[in-house]
């Protein structure tokens, strides 16, 4: 019993480990982990079809390589995506960025006074300004915290004191993140989307110089030059957790308005292929729950050309890249059918499932292996890995080294 209870609680002590550790100085403990991370076993395995990453469209002539990041759970900031940007700018070589990153507080075109959260853009070149990225980060949970304070009681010393320490600071993780899938249930799902729908139509506009910076402004798909950007213009999303939810659901959503607006600006979106990184993939958990959708099981129709509804589609591609952890309790892999049943038709869905460990596995003293869930969790936009493949791809020429030492990669065919 006392075995079981010591494997039990490992998983919540890693959190502190390395503090504990520090405590004791150079002693047993923080030798014997020392030496197991000397040596990187992590898995990285792939399944899926070739794709290209980002950098073969940096240097695209006729338009833009422009990225957005939607985060997931949790209380966020603007810049939460400064260290994965950095790391992505150092992979691609892109030397140069601009002296100061543009901001858009978004809103909404039918109600103003509406704040939809934060659109921070960064603009990156390579050293002899032949290639380029646009990167838009976007920050929704504005919208979410304040029905979040209800809990904000919790979280204070009345009650935190009362808790072990460890329990206490995953009480608080819970208290940030937990809510959230809840609360997009709810009524501010729909604000949610607009703050989606608003920062890729900003997106979708014209280059660096036409941005604005330091307003609260919406923007819309009926501007004339939208269509043509979005022929010209290259596009990726790179998504976390929950935010992997709100992607599908607004590509779905903008769909359906501008089918009625702007027959251009849809006509141009449906010859797209839009790969969307999806990291801590929750997909099939955030199905549960939620009807199916209008058009499913109808891939072929939709998205060969000699299908009867090719015409419909929404989207020409949508890669989907899923990174997830086994050992992050809040992620899944995409299921054989998933997609056919779950997500819709149109939006034209091939996945590449990636099984990373973005945490370190470690020997608990001949207890049994553990990794700390919450890095399992939040470790894929810093893991050297994850970047390589987001900026490099796999299966093409460009692949980064690192990938090909320590990937295996099964190719899926038709």
């Given at each position: 019993m006392k075995r079981l209870l010591n494997i039990l609680i490992l998983p919540c002590s890693a959190i502190l480990l390395s503090g504990c550790a520090a405590s004791l100085g150079k002693g047993m403990v923080e030798a014997f982990l020392e030496k197991q991370e000397s040596v990187d076993t992590r898995a990285c395995e792939i399944w899926g079809k070739p794709f290209a990453g980002l950098a073969p469209h940096l240097d695209n002539t006729h338009g833009k390589m422009k990225v957005l990041m939607v985060h997931g759970v949790g209380d966020h900031l603007p810049g939460y995506a400064t260290q994965f940007l950095e790391k992505l700018a150092q992979k691609l070589d892109l030397t140069a960025q601009s002296a100061h990153p543009k901001n858009i507080t978004l809103t909404s075109r039918t109600d103003a006074s509406k704040n939809l959260g934060n659109l921070r853009i960064h603009r990156l070149l390579s050293k002899d300004r032949k290639n380029e990225l646009l990167f838009y980060e976007l920050t929704w949970s504005k919208i979410t915290a304040p029905q979040k304070e209800v809990l904000a009681y919790d979280n204070s010393g009345e009650y935190s004191f009362r808790r072990a320490e460890v329990n206490d600071l995953l009480k608080k993780f819970s208290n940030d993140t937990g809510p959230d899938p809840i609360i997009y249930l709810g009524e501010s799902r729909e604000d949610i989307l607009v703050s989606f729908a608003q920062a890729f139509c900003w997106m979708a506009r014209d280059g660096w110089s036409s941005?604005?910076?330091?307003?609260?402004?919406?923007?819309?798909?009926?501007?004339?030059?939208?269509?043509?950007?979005?022929?010209?213009?290259?596009?990726?999303?790179?998504?976390?957790?929950?935010?992997?939810?709100?992607?599908?659901?607004?590509?779905?959503?903008?769909?359906?308005?501008?089918?009625?607006?702007?027959?251009?600006?849809?006509?141009?979106?449906k010859n797209k292929e839009i790969p969307i990184y999806m990291m801590s993939n929750q997909l099939p958990m955030l199905q549960l729950g939620r009807k199916l959708p209008d058009v499913a099981n109808q891939k072929h129709a939709y998205c060969d050309a000699t299908g009867d509804k090719y015409q419909e589609r929404l989207l020409s591609k949508t890669p989907i890249i899923a990174f997830s952890d086994p050992n992050d309790l809040l992620s899944y892999a995409i299921p054989h059918g998933f997609v056919e049943k779950y997500l819709d038709s149109r939006l034209c869905i091939d996945v590449t499932n990636i099984n990373i460990n973005v945490a370190t596995?470690?020997?608990?003293?001949?207890?049994?292996?553990?990794?700390?869930?919450?890095?399992?969790?939040?470790?894929?936009?810093?893991?050297?890995?994850?970047?390589?493949?987001?900026?490099?791809?796999?299966?093409?020429?460009?692949?980064?080294?690192?990938?090909?030492?320590?990937?295996?990669?099964?190719?899926?065919?038709?």
């Amino acid at each position: 019993m006392k075995r079981l209870l010591n494997i039990l609680i490992l998983p919540c002590s890693a959190i502190l480990l390395s503090g504990c550790a520090a405590s004791l100085g150079k002693g047993m403990v923080e030798a014997f982990l020392e030496k197991q991370e000397s040596v990187d076993t992590r898995a990285c395995e792939i399944w899926g079809k070739p794709f290209a990453g980002l950098a073969p469209h940096l240097d695209n002539t006729h338009g833009k390589m422009k990225v957005l990041m939607v985060h997931g759970v949790g209380d966020h900031l603007p810049g939460y995506a400064t260290q994965f940007l950095e790391k992505l700018a150092q992979k691609l070589d892109l030397t140069a960025q601009s002296a100061h990153p543009k901001n858009i507080t978004l809103t909404s075109r039918t109600d103003a006074s509406k704040n939809l959260g934060n659109l921070r853009i960064h603009r990156l070149l390579s050293k002899d300004r032949k290639n380029e990225l646009l990167f838009y980060e976007l920050t929704w949970s504005k919208i979410t915290a304040p029905q979040k304070e209800v809990l904000a009681y919790d979280n204070s010393g009345e009650y935190s004191f009362r808790r072990a320490e460890v329990n206490d600071l995953l009480k608080k993780f819970s208290n940030d993140t937990g809510p959230d899938p809840i609360i997009y249930l709810g009524e501010s799902r729909e604000d949610i989307l607009v703050s989606f729908a608003q920062a890729f139509c900003w997106m979708a506009r014209d280059g660096w110089s036409s941005l604005p910076d330091d307003v609260q402004q919406s923007c819309s798909f009926k501007d004339t030059a939208l269509a043509q950007n979005v022929r010209n213009d290259e596009y990726a999303v790179i998504s976390h957790s929950l935010g992997s939810r709100i992607t599908i659901d607004g590509m779905q959503r903008i769909a359906s308005l501008i089918n009625e607006r702007d027959v251009g600006f849809r006509e141009a979106l449906k010859n797209k292929e839009i790969p969307i990184y999806m990291m801590s993939n929750q997909l099939p958990m955030l199905q549960l729950g939620r009807k199916l959708p209008d058009v499913a099981n109808q891939k072929h129709a939709y998205c060969d050309a000699t299908g009867d509804k090719y015409q419909e589609r929404l989207l020409s591609k949508t890669p989907i890249i899923a990174f997830s952890d086994p050992n992050d309790l809040l992620s899944y892999a995409i299921p054989h059918g998933f997609v056919e049943k779950y997500l819709d038709s149109r939006l034209c869905i091939d996945v590449t499932n990636i099984n990373i460990n973005v945490a370190t596995i470690m020997d608990a003293f001949g207890l049994g292996k553990f990794a700390n869930p919450l890095d399992a969790h939040v470790g894929y936009d810093t893991d050297d890995r994850v970047i390589a493949l987001i900026a490099k791809g796999i299966g093409n020429q460009k692949t980064d080294k690192l990938v090909k030492e320590r990937c295996r990669w099964t190719e899926m065919v038709d």
